[in-house]
């Protein structure tokens, strides 16, 4: 079945270019031109991804964006005419995943968007193959030989001392250990840890995995409970 595409563009020379090109890739597009149909679409669509300009006629695309992310996680491609600083970073904080200004290049719209969309069915695949208890009463301590894991009151222990970790860093370990010996690419766990509201890319994983190892590992250089996979991301050893 061909991905699924909101274009929400009130230019309509350009909301035409975009279903063209997009329905030339493959894709399955529906184009709207303001905001308040741009919800009723996203609603009634549930697209796999949304194009979406920032000024549009009746409610603009921030607030488009900040109402969509509340009810969903599909991933949603700013588009504006203003190469504003301030128009970039309040697009991110309401939940957009990526942005770009006008003028751009078709090509370039198509590669974010591929990049996008891949992004989403790698997360979708891992999410079908990663099994999650989910009738079984979870453990209250998750234990690895001398490394513990109290999730009552979510601290970590080596060798019987407390480590202090930051949130983040105990969410990590906590989805790693329930994923003991499987291997989770930095995307599905960037998705599951961060979220889909979390802008940024996969070296947010490899730093938080690397102050993980220098408070669990024997030798942090040489790990062996946080074992990198090549090309692929990440295996807990516990």
């Not at 891949?118 to 999410?127: A, Y």
């Not at 894991?149 to 480590?163: F, M, N």
């Not at 070296?203 to 074992?227: A, G, Q």
Request: glycine fraction near 6%; hydrophobic fraction near 40%.
């Amino acid at each position: 079945m061909s991905e699924i595409i909101l274009v929400v563009e009130d230019e309509i020379s350009l909301q035409e270019t975009l279903v063209y090109n997009l329905k030339k890739q493959g894709y399955e597009v529906e184009s709207v031109g303001d905001g308040n149909a741009a919800i009723e679409a996203a609603r009634r669509l549930h697209p796999d991804l949304l194009i979406l300009d920032i000024m549009l006629p009746g409610m603009d695309g921030f607030e488009v964006c900040r109402v969509l992310r509340r009810e969903m996680n599909t991933p949603i491609l700013m588009l504006t005419a203003r190469d504003d600083e301030i128009d970039r970073v309040v697009g991110l904080e309401v939940g957009a995943d990526d942005y770009l200004t006008k003028p751009f290049s078709m090509r370039e719209l198509l590669a974010r968007v591929k990049a996008l969309l891949r992004r989403v069915r790698l997360i979708r695949q891992e999410v079908n193959t990663v099994s999650t208890p989910s009738t079984e009463t979870k453990p209250q301590v998750l234990t690895f030989g001398n490394l513990s894991i109290d999730l009552t009151r979510h601290e970590l222990l080596v060798d019987g001392q407390l480590v202090a970790l930051k949130p983040k860093e105990y969410e990590l370990l906590v989805f790693l250990a329930e994923h003991r010996g499987q291997v989770l690419s930095r995307e599905f766990i960037l998705e599951r840890v961060w979220g889909w509201d979390y802008f940024g890319d996969s070296r947010t994983v490899d730093v938080h995995m690397r102050w993980l190892r220098e408070k669990i590992e024997p030798c942090p250089d040489k790990p062996s409970r946080i074992i990198t996979v090549r090309g692929a991301g990440y295996r807990f050893e516990g």
